[in-house]
């Protein structure tokens, strides 16, 4: 397994540094498509588009973060809840040496979200085999792929998607504490891996995209789509024309708990969301009338 990470790790440095690919959307197997509408998931209204070649995801009123590698930033357009905004700033960690850290927070112009999502804190731990929800903008499921009567892959689709798409799939492990790696197992247990209920991989532009994890109730952004092993397929067993034989592709998000602390800055909440759980809801006004005995004004005299 070591080996395996090593060659892995090895494989993403050289794809990166010669031509990084930009990611993309959501590709789902067909057993997953009729129930996708049950899925639990955070709110669509969270997850924009960025300039219409990626993804970002809404921490905050007025913020969005999203990979760098689709290029953009101010003056570019991000589409989120039904409106378009502007990007007005833009922030990058320090250390940045134009692929890594592949991060970036944006500002959006006269923006007021009011949905957004809680960021992973930096004492939070990822355990191996954490179930996620990822989402993104951009191609989905195209064509079977068959060789003889084996279908091996999909194509992906030849658009991309004006909506959002959701799948679910399990952090294998964290490479390096850089990456968060997850793989398309098929459909059938009797050849396959176990696959997720509704188990997807990314495909084009679904980039800056969010993996979220569910802890105590609340869902927590824990990384941003960035690469993939396959390029125009979603590819779960080997090309091989008698026979199946397990083979899925790898997948991996940017992890952010390294850089929670240093998002944890630029992050503003909105003046009504108490309890900061990225929402304004009636849990507020719960908490409004639970401290409003407590700091009553001052009676006037006289």
């Known amino acids: 397994m070591i080996c395996d ?4 790790l090895l494989f993403i440095t050289i794809v990166n540094s010669c ?6 959307a959501i590709v789902r197997h067909p057993c997953s498509d009729a129930s ?21 995801v809404a921490i905050g009123p007025d913020m969005v973060i ?3 590698h689709q290029k953009g930033g101010v003056g570019s357009r991000v589409y989120i809840d039904g409106r378009q905004y502007i990007v007005s700033e833009c922030y990058i960690p320090p250390g940045y040496n134009g692929t ?31 179930p996620v929800c990822i989402a993104g903008f951009g191609r989905t499921r195209g064509q079977e792929q068959y060789c003889g009567n084996n279908i091996y892959a999909y194509k992906w689709s030849g658009t991309g998607s004006e909506t959002v798409n959701w799948c679910s799939n399990v952090i294998e492990y964290t490479l390096c504490e850089m990456y968060l790696i997850a793989y398309f197992d ?10 997720t209920e509704y188990e997807g991989i990314v495909a084009e532009y679904d980039s800056g995209g969010g993996w979220f994890l569910k802890c105590q109730g609340v869902w927590y952004l824990v990384g ?42 630029y992050i503003t909440f909105h003046s009504a969301d108490i309890d900061l759980n990225g929402q304004v809801d009636i849990a507020d006004f719960s908490m409004i009338s639970l401290m409003w005995h407590k700091n009553s004004p001052p009676h006037r005299l006289g």
């Open 5 to 8: 990470r090593f060659f892995l």
């Open 19 to 24: 031509c990084p690919v930009s990611l993309y």
């Open 36 to 56: 996708i509408a049950f899925m639990d998931h955070p709110s669509d209204k969270i997850i924009g588009k960025w300039n219409g070649n990626a993804s970002c």
């Open 66 to 68: 999203t990979t760098c």
């Open 100 to 130: 890594e850290p592949d991060v970036r927070i944006a500002r959006l112009a006269n923006a007021d979200l009011q949905s957004y999502v809680q960021v992973i804190d930096s004492s939070m731990e990822i355990a191996d085999g954490s």
């Open 186 to 195: 098929g459909p059938d247990p009797e050849v396959d891996c176990l696959a």
């Open 224 to 265: 941003l789509t960035y690469n993939t092993e396959t390029n125009y397929y979603a590819k779960f067993r080997v090309a091989a024309p008698d026979y199946a034989i397990a083979d899925p592709d790898w997948f991996a998000a940017y992890s952010l708990r390294c850089y929670a602390d240093w998002i944890a800055d």
